[in-house]
């Protein structure tokens, strides 16, 4: 046995040490993004030509869940959400290949299709600058510093394992640029698609097999490559009638700049930065990815050109370690405490020693089970674990050896001593356990958020249980011969004293009057209602990440430039208003190249990266700082729409259902117009509802249109073909028309007009097309040119056009806020016939958890009741034992009631656990009684004896497992926030179901009592 110890000590320190560590669980649903860039195209030609059927070609894959998406200017995203337990790399392969029939549908010059990389909500793991070192002499320009990141440290950086992408956001994308004189073309009688064509055709290479001579092998290479700006300029267009080339460097003026951009990043108040984010593999262990990364960007650093600087400012591996810190030291000092209470209690400090053995060895074991099944370690998954509720099992089965062996017979042997009365309490033991880990059963078939939320944590109590038990039967009695004699000195330590001093004439007084002591319960219960109907509601608690992000909304028609000064302006704002509290502020505008994060060049998520919080001074806490944020922000940006988040909060919300708010409304229709009055009219009943903040209806419409609509007649009569037209239109953005390849990097090769052609409408009139004959018509002559507004984008789900408005609730319960909403927005605003209303957000999956549980948790209590009656062979007794239940939810619920906290599904989860523990107590009293009247003592007499001598042991289990939570429920460290609620149901239920078990169970345990056992002579 010692053996096998020493093996699993060995064996789960090697788990642990190897136990993938994340600050919570990772709740993303398993999805495929296929995304399309399309820059010729505004939002309704997007969703007609792209959006429509890439989620048409999705029909028929098996076990899709939904299909939403978004088109907007430039960009469609589709994402098709598969059922939970879906394999990834199955679910990409399935989308990958409709998307390659997809392809074929849509032209290709409006963008082909791709999957977006696989990662998840917790997959930014690590976000850095890419910046000039100060005192630098030369500075490197926006241009400069995306090249540099693209090509010497994003490359680099993808090849790091558990890397899925570099995600570039900020700076200049370098592009070889024609830049094109409408007059220069105009006199030299050079049509638009004239130089498109010349330089596609000189900008290529060919192979000619190859020749042999001498009996060697010669291939053949023709090589016509551009390779710079000077051969780029000398691209010949035409000739003119006295035989001269016409150049390129002849019509336009051939520089680096950069592609037409739909976003930017700025950072601390100091203008435009160039950053960049990394994407973690889905499933691996960001702890590892992190501090590879750092280790491979200290390599880098070294390489790059001299008075480059990277400069991190999100780094995962802070909260993760914050997080960590909470966990161990909640486990720790509930640890201490289980272990004195040990001691304290058990009066015999080998005794004491060894029961607390049983800690650390369950949780190697749980360990080494957590690493099989591949369960990371998180503030789910370890942080709630509790200590006491692990040694429950050795604590009853060391405290019979130490009192069978303080009065063992003359000549007995420690190891038959020990064995008998492990035996004796074998029963309760093993049955005790198994009712505890059976509660932790319906948190198992959880499905969707909060299934991922906290299986692993019930999958680790019941790891650690199932360690427990095993060690209680077999270490802890070996242990026990090892180092306790027959004979030991059974000493009633001074709380053991004083407790039956206090107990010995109440239980007294209850088994006299049954009647008022029961009449006293049921009171309690009932008083218990009222307050539990009195709490509130709420998914999980947040956890508090330590930073924040604003997500800050202009109008649909604000242009990037205006994204950009309003965004440094309010960085610096932040930082003169907040010194002492914001460590740095990073603002991301629009979107980047890869565009898994749509938001148009109205939208910027402004990231404010916090300084611990002992050290802050102009507010007291983060509501304050929030408060003061959103007034500096109204008063900097004024006419700007701002909601608050976190950074993981952000890209669950907006991940898991395209909502990025705590109530998500979704109205579904066709007709764009009438969704746009049916969610500003809803927008409009939420903001006077209390509790509502940062209610936003989608804007749908607003966008500013120059639309250019060519007539047919028109161009007909002079010969011209449509494309000729939209090539002159393309090129007002900028039109690829092939690659510079400078050794192993790639650039764009666009032609674009001069921006004194293409900034304003009349010079966009003027630009003249070449007719056959080779005269130059003004396009205003070939088309109708009008401003107008336009759509701005569309969202859809499940193949319907969707229209959102979105709320956060703050000193509110969720639930609450959401039952009255349903209520005025059916009665005040109700959706138009045909259509549909969808409520989404953290309050779909509060639903969701408790539909289910309403389902299980009954199934399970059920369940409970057939062990009990399964111990005993009575239904009577198994339902006087099944009374700790409701004894103990008294306490929790008054617990919560107390603490001001919501019922959530953590604070459910409490209950679950409570109730597990709340039987075992009863379950040992009531084995104890049975024993004595199965040896033949009177009904009274055996529950008066029972109950004295089992008040140690019920009082210990009682003790060490709520104690086991006391850091939890009042640490305020980072992430207590989602512990607190289930340690404090917990505790308050076992204080509660100790007290009255002792008192009501004793008092009424003659009207439940079977009578004597079967065959007994008595």
């Known amino acids: 046995m010692i053996v096998a110890m020493v093996a699993l000590i060995a064996s789960g320190t090697f788990a642990l040490i190897r136990l993938p560590i994340d600050a919570v669980p990772d709740v993303t649903n398993v999805q495929v993004m296929a995304l399309t860039n399309a820059p010729s195209l505004g939002p309704e030609e997007v969703e007609q030509f792209i959006t429509i059927p890439v989620e048409?070609?999705?029909?028929?894959?098996?076990?899709?869940?939904?299909?939403?998406?978004?088109?907007?200017?430039?960009?469609?995203?589709?994402?098709?959400?598969?059922?939970?337990?879906?394999?990834?790399?199955?679910?990409?392969?399935?989308?990958?290949?409709?998307?390659?029939?997809?392809?074929?549908?849509?032209?290709?010059?409006?963008?082909?299709?791709?999957?977006?990389?696989?990662?998840?909500?917790?997959?930014?793991?690590?976000?850095?600058?890419?910046?000039?070192?100060?005192?630098?002499?030369?500075?490197?320009?926006?241009?400069?510093?995306?090249?540099?990141?693209?090509?010497?440290?994003?490359?680099?950086?993808?090849?790091?394992?558990?890397?899925?992408?570099?995600?570039?956001?900020?700076?200049?994308?370098?592009?070889y640029e024609v830049q094109l004189d409408p007059n220069r073309l105009v006199a030299r009688g050079i049509s638009v698609n004239r130089v498109f064509e010349a330089i596609e055709r000189n900008n290529s290479n060919a192979g000619g097999g190859y020749i042999e001579r001498n009996g060697e092998q010669r291939i053949i290479r023709a090589v016509a490559l551009v390779g710079n700006l000077k051969s780029l300029e000398e691209i010949v267009l035409d000739t003119s009638r006295d035989g001269t080339p016409i150049?390129?460097?002849?019509?336009?003026?051939?520089?680096?700049?950069?592609?037409?951009?739909?976003?930017?990043?700025?950072?601390?108040?100091?203008?435009?930065?160039?950053?960049?984010?990394?994407?973690?593999?889905?499933?691996?262990?960001?702890?590892?990815?992190?501090?590879?990364?750092?280790?491979?960007?200290?390599?880098?650093?070294?390489?790059?050109?001299?008075?480059?600087k990277i400069e991190p400012f999100y780094d995962r591996a802070v909260l993760i370690q914050k997080t960590l810190s909470t966990v161990a030291s909640n486990l720790a000092e509930g640890g201490i405490l289980v272990v004195a209470v040990l001691l304290l209690f058990l009066g015999n400090l080998r005794a004491g020693l060894i029961v607390a053995l049983?800690?650390?060895?369950?949780?190697?074991?749980?360990?080494?089970?957590?690493?099989?099944?591949?369960?990371?370690?998180?503030?789910?998954?370890?942080?709630?674990?509790?200590?006491?509720?692990?040694?429950?099992?050795?604590?009853?089965?060391?405290?019979?050896?130490?009192?069978?062996?303080?009065?063992a017979r003359q000549g007995e042997t420690a190891k038959e001593v020990v064995r008998r009365a492990t035996l004796e309490v074998r029963k309760p033991v093993v049955f005790g356990v198994a009712i505890i880990a059976l509660?932790?059963?319906?948190?198992?078939?959880?499905?969707?958020?909060?299934?991922?939320?906290?299986?692993?944590?019930?999958?680790?109590?019941?790891?650690a249980l199932t360690g427990s038990l095993l060690l209680s039967l077999s270490i802890t009695p070996v242990l026990a011969t090892l180092f306790l004699k027959p004979g030991v000195v059974e000493r009633e330590t001074w709380p053991i004293r004083f407790a039956k001093r206090l107990y010995e004439p109440t239980l007294r007084w209850s088994i006299a009057n049954p009647i008022k002591i029961a009449m006293g319960g049921v009171a309690m219960i009932l008083l218990g209602i009222p307050f539990a109907l009195g709490l509130g509601g709420e998914f999980i608690p947040k956890l508090d990440e330590g930073d924040l992000v604003v997500v800050a909304t202009r109008p649909p028609s604000a242009s990037l430039s205006e994204g950009i000064a309003d965004s440094t302006r309010l960085e610096k704002a932040l930082l003169t208003e907040f010194p002492s509290e914001i460590r740095s502020v990073v603002s991301r505008t629009g979107r980047p190249e890869i565009g898994i994060d749509p938001a148009g060049v109205n939208q910027t998520d402004v990231f404010i990266f916090l300084k611990p919080s002992e050290?802050?001074?102009?507010?007291?806490?983060?509501?304050?700082?929030?408060?003061?944020?959103?007034?500096?922000?109204?008063?900097?940006?004024?006419?700007?729409?701002?909601?608050?988040?976190?950074?993981?909060?952000?890209?669950?919300?907006?991940?898991?259902a395209g909502v990025r708010a705590d109530v998500g409304l979704g109205l579904h229709g066709e007709d764009l117009g009438v969704l746009q009055e049916r969610v500003d009219a809803m927008a409009k009943v939420l903001r006077t509802i209390?509790?509502?903040?940062?209610?936003?209806?989608?804007?749908?419409?607003?966008?500013?249109?120059?639309?250019?609509?060519?007539?047919?007649?028109?161009?007909?009569?002079?010969?011209?073909?449509?494309?000729?037209?939209?090539?002159?239109?393309?090129?007002?953005?900028?039109?690829?028309?092939?690659?510079?390849v400078e050794g192993q990097r790639r650039f764009d090769l666009q032609v674009r007009f001069a921006p004194g052609f293409r900034n304003d409408v009349q010079s966009i009139k003027k630009l003249r097309i070449t007719d056959p004959q080779g005269r130059m018509i003004p396009i205003e002559d070939l088309a109708d040119i009008v401003l107008?507004?336009?759509?701005?984008?569309?969202?859809?789900?499940?193949?319907?056009?969707?229209?959102?408005?979105?709320?956060?609730?703050?000193?509110?319960?969720?639930?609450?806020?959401?039952?009255?909403?349903?209520?005025?927005?059916?009665?005040?605003?109700?959706?138009?016939?045909?259509?549909?209303?969808?409520?989404?957000?953290?309050?779909?999956?509060?639903?969701?958890?408790?539909?289910?549980l309403l389902i299980v948790v009954p199934i399970a209590l059920v369940m409970i009741f057939l062990l009990l009656f399964l111990t005993f062979g009575s239904i009577s007794l198994g339902a006087l034992i099944f009374l700790s239940v409701p004894l103990g939810a008294i306490g929790g619920i008054l617990a919560l009631w107390l603490r001001g906290l919501n019922f959530s599904i953590s604070a459910g989860v409490g209950f679950i656990a409570l109730s597990g523990v709340a039987v075992l107590d009863g379950l040992v009293l009531v084995s104890a009684i049975r024993h004595l009247i199965e040896d033949g003592l009177e009904t009274k007499k055996a529950v008066y004896f029972a109950s004295m001598h089992r008040l140690r042991p019920i009082l210990m289990t009682g003790?060490?497992?709520?104690?086991?939570?006391?850091?939890?429920?009042?640490?305020?460290?980072?992430?207590?926030?989602?512990?607190?609620?289930?340690?404090?149901?917990?505790?308050?239920?076992?204080?509660?179901?100790?007290?009255?078990?002792l008192i009501v169970l004793p008092a009424i345990y003659a009207w439940f009592d079977p009578g004597p056992a079967h065959g007994d002579s008595h």
């Open 615 to 656: 050290g802050w001074v102009e507010v007291r806490d983060k509501n304050a700082l929030i408060e003061g944020i959103e007034r500096l922000a109204h008063r900097v940006v004024p006419g700007t729409f701002t909601s608050f988040s976190q950074p993981i909060d952000l890209r669950f919300t907006e991940l898991l």
């Open 56 to 175: 048409n070609a999705m029909n028929g894959i098996p076990y899709i869940q939904e299909v939403r998406s978004f088109s907007q200017v430039g960009i469609s995203g589709v994402t098709i959400v598969f059922r939970d337990g879906t394999d990834i790399y199955w679910a990409r392969q399935q989308v990958g290949e409709r998307l390659d029939q997809v392809r074929g549908e849509i032209p290709r010059e409006f963008g082909q299709p791709e999957m977006g990389p696989i990662s998840t909500g917790l997959g930014e793991v690590f976000q850095f600058e890419v910046k000039n070192s100060l005192g630098v002499s030369t500075k490197r320009s926006l241009m400069e510093l995306r090249t540099i990141l693209d090509w010497e440290i994003a490359r680099r950086l993808k090849t790091v394992p558990g890397v899925v992408e570099v995600n570039a956001f900020g700076g200049e994308l370098k592009t």
């Open 788 to 852: 107008e507004d336009g759509v701005y984008e569309i969202w859809r789900k499940d193949r319907e056009r969707r229209a959102m408005v979105q709320a956060n609730v703050r000193g509110r319960d969720l639930a609450s806020f959401v039952a009255e909403a349903q209520r005025r927005i059916q009665s005040e605003a109700p959706p138009p016939p045909g259509y549909t209303l969808e409520w989404g957000g953290t309050f779909k999956n509060l639903q969701s958890a408790s539909r289910r």
């Open 959 to 997: 003790l060490v497992a709520s104690l086991g939570f006391v850091p939890m429920a009042f640490s305020h460290r980072v992430g207590a926030e989602i512990q607190r609620p289930l340690a404090t149901v917990v505790i308050g239920g076992l204080l509660t179901s100790t007290v009255l078990k």
């Open 247 to 308: 150049l390129v460097r002849d019509v336009a003026t051939v520089r680096f700049a950069p592609m037409l951009r739909h976003g930017a990043a700025t950072r601390d108040g100091r203008g435009e930065a160039v950053t960049a984010t990394i994407l973690m593999l889905s499933g691996e262990n960001s702890r590892a990815v992190v501090k590879r990364i750092k280790t491979r960007l200290q390599e880098i650093e070294k390489v790059l050109p001299p008075g480059i």
């Open 690 to 740: 209390p509790g509502a903040t940062d209610v936003k209806a989608q804007v749908l419409g607003g966008l500013p249109f120059l639309r250019i609509s060519v007539d047919r007649d028109r161009i007909s009569r002079y010969g011209i073909n449509a494309q000729d037209l939209l090539d002159v239109v393309s090129a007002l953005g900028g039109k690829t028309v092939g690659q510079v």
């Open 439 to 463: 509660v932790h059963l319906p948190i198992l078939v959880l499905e969707g958020v909060e299934g991922k939320m906290f299986r692993p944590m019930a999958l680790t109590v019941i790891f």
């Open 358 to 407: 049983a800690i650390p060895l369950s949780m190697l074991f749980a360990g080494d089970l957590m690493y099989t099944f591949g369960i990371a370690g998180s503030l789910m998954s370890l942080g709630a674990l509790d200590f006491g509720l692990i040694v429950d099992s050795a604590v009853i089965v060391m405290e019979n050896c130490v009192s069978r062996l303080a009065h």
